[in-house]
């Protein structure tokens, strides 16, 4: 199980902050496409990815348990 | 150190404590920058801000941004507060300060510091205009992320 997480304008469109997905062991880049399928967010194309408080990569590899947060272009300041 | 050096709050920041954090005797200089809410952007009018924050991210990415200072200007002390949360015109968004022996580096590492948190750093700001609502997204207007990773992440520039 996956824990992702939802900020900004992603958390208004999906109307959620946080899912469970049942999902292990597979890359950043087929996360995205999943839930882009699942949710239709092609918002999810540009946006950034976390995995564990660490910006990852798309071919970066999730595991069960990991939280993956998904980062709009940030605007803090 | 027991101080928070890098923290996310949600009631306002008192500028004078941040600064006390980077006060000590090594110092000659310390630099504040103080972020607070315009009210005109473009001719558009702000009714308030509205941030938010992937806390404990945000607190590891501030504290990356002092250690990166840190790494590039010697001898440098670094304190940032952001607040999140609603905040009206003229209210503290953001204090960086930063203190070192004399003040060419700690006028840099403060403007270091702020670039680097519209960067890396994940909060988010939502525009309540006049005319409705927005969330802000790359307002330097010039960054994107063709491989979902931001710009020099945990590199210099």
């Known amino acids: ?77 | 150190m027991s101080k928070k050096m890098y923290e996310i709050v949600e009631n306002p920041i008192q500028v004078e404590r941040v600064v006390e954090k980077v006060t000590r005797r090594e110092a000659g200089a310390i630099t504040t920058f103080i972020g607070t809410v315009r009210e005109w952007t473009n001719q558009k009018r702000t009714i308030y801000l509205e941030y938010q924050a992937y806390k404990p991210m945000a607190v590891k990415m501030l504290t990356q941004i002092g250690e990166e200072i840190k790494m590039k200007w010697e001898n440098t002390e670094v304190a940032i507060t952001h607040r999140i949360g609603r905040l009206d015109i003229a209210e503290i968004a953001v204090v960086i300060a930063v203190s070192s022996p004399h003040r060419k580096a700690a006028y840099e590492a403060n403007e270091y510091a702020i670039e680097r948190i519209k960067q890396i750093v994940p909060i988010w700001k939502k525009e309540h205009w006049e005319s409705g609502e927005t969330w802000i997204g790359d307002q330097l207007g010039k960054v994107s992320y063709p491989s979902g990773q931001p710009l020099s992440v945990g590199k210099e520039e």
């Open chain 1, 1 to 77: 199980m996956i824990t992702v997480l939802f900020f900004a304008q992603l958390q208004e469109v999906i109307g959620k902050e946080r899912i469970e997905f049942e999902a292990s062991n597979i890359t950043v880049g087929e996360l995205k496409e999943k839930l882009m399928r699942s949710f239709q967010l092609s918002q999810l194309e540009n946006v950034m990815t976390a995995i564990n408080e660490e910006y990852a990569l798309a071919e970066d590899v999730v595991s069960d348990g990991d939280i993956v947060a998904f980062i709009p272009p940030v605007s803090g300041g």
